[in-house]
């Protein structure tokens, strides 16, 4: 046989694939079974987030070993993916080398880089292609409602847990067994904090606004096909109550600021001029009124309306600390960075700030801070290919605002003790990616895309 027969072979070939993928995808069983694997994933990440084995997280090697399955079963869809994908990969691939530069210079041992170079960049790398693959075969309305099912389960029992119900905390606290981890100590626990069957509070607030970015992007994306892109959508503003109403219950503040924030950018750029004009009477009473409404809430027994506890004046000394580490060595500390090494060298600075104790026992809250600090100037290296995938994700940014807000404020982030925000960027790209006449949980063939190897990340 001539190379040209061998050529028409493997063209047929690849035709009858993509036939054969094409009606598995839009078997109703199929995906059915990825959104149920996508809903297992995401709340197996919530609730045994520290479940090892060998000190190797056990999350970890289910996403490698589904991947591995996938990319077997859908080479297609595998490489779509990374094709689709390929920026962010990039940008994984470019932090673990300027990550593994800066240890080496720190000094930081072998074990510890290999160990952050697994857990971060290759878990982030194929939490990101098995979620996208993941939700392309379930449809983005059924990924984006796995996603908010799952986080709803632990919403559900944060709510148990607020009405101080034993059943809700033996339950957490089987959770917390199950995995070695030692509740008697957890301040949170002591103290009956609703946290559901996540981590902590702060976790569970996180889930919280991660769905709420799950839904309010399916949700715009809907109104863009529908050529209604300015009206307010009432659906949105239902999911950002059911956000701050989670986020009073684990007691958490940021991201309700970034729920008001997102309130008033959102009002402002799809609402009426009747409604832009009240959102700037609204903001100029706030701000009068702001020392008045500040004392009160001093006083206020709830940790949310409390401005004067030392989880908020210790923000001031802890982020001060944080610019004077990246001031003295802006090279950055590499893997394994603790900022509560470093007190005793910046105490005299620092002890006549209010709560400034806190620098010896607490990590420095601040996403963007922790970044820096571990990878250094070196960041600036990617600034440009992140502002690409930003501008690539732009239509979905302003769902992520409670988010952004959220992680200023917290040890959470992209590359930063946060796997579940790959599976929410999965799904967005997903919805993105469907074509605006097509019906939502359903693809028509890939040749019949416009643009389908363009890298979309949002």
């Not at 061998?6 to 993928?21: F, M």
């Not at 609402?271 to 700037?280: E, P, V, Y």
């Not at 500390?333 to 600075?349: I, M, N, P, V």
Request: proline fraction near 4%; glycine fraction near 6%; hydrophobic fraction near 55%.
């Amino acid at each position: 046989m001539g190379p040209s027969s061998s050529l028409r072979s493997q063209r047929k070939a690849n035709w009858a694939y993509e036939a054969v993928l094409d009606a598995s995808t839009n078997s109703r069983a199929v995906r059915s079974a990825a959104a149920f694997v996508v809903w297992f994933l995401v709340l197996f990440n919530i609730a045994l987030i520290s479940l090892e084995v060998a000190s190797i997280p056990i999350r970890g090697m289910l996403a490698i070993a589904l991947l591995a399955i996938l990319a077997l079963v859908a080479p297609t869809l595998f490489l779509r993916a990374l094709a689709r994908h390929s920026w962010i990969l990039l940008l994984a691939g470019v932090l673990a080398f300027i990550g593994t530069f800066v240890s080496v210079a720190n000094s930081v041992t072998p074990a510890i880089i290999g160990r952050m170079i697994l857990e971060v960049h290759i878990q982030s790398a194929v939490t990101l292609l098995l979620a996208v693959m993941l939700a392309e075969l379930a449809g983005p309305k059924a990924a984006v409602s796995a996603i908010c099912a799952a986080i709803a389960v632990t919403a559900l029992f944060a709510v148990v847990q607020f009405a101080d119900i034993g059943f809700g905390w033996r339950v957490r606290e089987a959770l917390g067994d199950l995995q070695g981890l030692n509740l008697s100590e957890d301040g949170s626990f002591i103290n009956r904090r609703p946290m559901g069957a996540s981590y902590s509070p702060i976790h569970l607030s996180t889930q919280a606004c991660l769905a709420f970015a799950a839904y309010a992007s399916w949700q715009l994306r809907k109104r863009e096909s529908s050529d209604d892109t300015v009206a307010v959508n009432t659906a949105i503003l239902l999911g950002l109550a059911a956000m701050v109403s989670l986020s009073f219950l684990s007691e958490t503040r940021s991201p309700i600021l970034g729920a008001v924030i997102f309130f008033g950018v959102y009002m402002v750029s799809r609402g009426s001029a009747i409604t832009r004009f009240l959102i700037f009477v609204i903001a100029v009473c706030a701000i009068a009124a702001a020392p008045l409404v500040l004392d009160l809430m001093d006083g206020s027994e709830s940790r949310v309306f409390r401005i004067g506890d030392n989880s908020s004046t210790g923000r001031l000394p802890l982020f001060k600390f944080g610019l004077k580490l990246l001031a003295d060595n802006p090279l950055g500390y590499g893997f394994g960075f603790e900022s509560t090494k470093f007190w005793t060298l910046y105490w005299q600075e620092i002890y006549t700030l209010p709560s400034a104790g806190v620098i010896r026992e607490a990590e420095l809250h601040n996403y963007l801070l922790n970044m820096a600090l571990t990878y250094g100037f070196g960041l600036l290296l990617v600034l440009p290919l992140v502002i690409q995938l930003l501008w690539n994700g732009r239509a979905s940014l302003i769902a992520f605002l409670p988010y952004a807000v959220h992680i200023l404020f917290h040890n959470t982030g992209p590359f930063w003790n946060d796997t579940l925000f790959w599976f929410v960027v999965g799904a967005i790209s997903a919805t993105n990616y469907v074509a605006p006449n097509e019906q939502d949980g359903r693809r028509t063939s890939t040749r019949r895309r416009p643009r389908a190897l363009r890298p979309r990340t949002l």
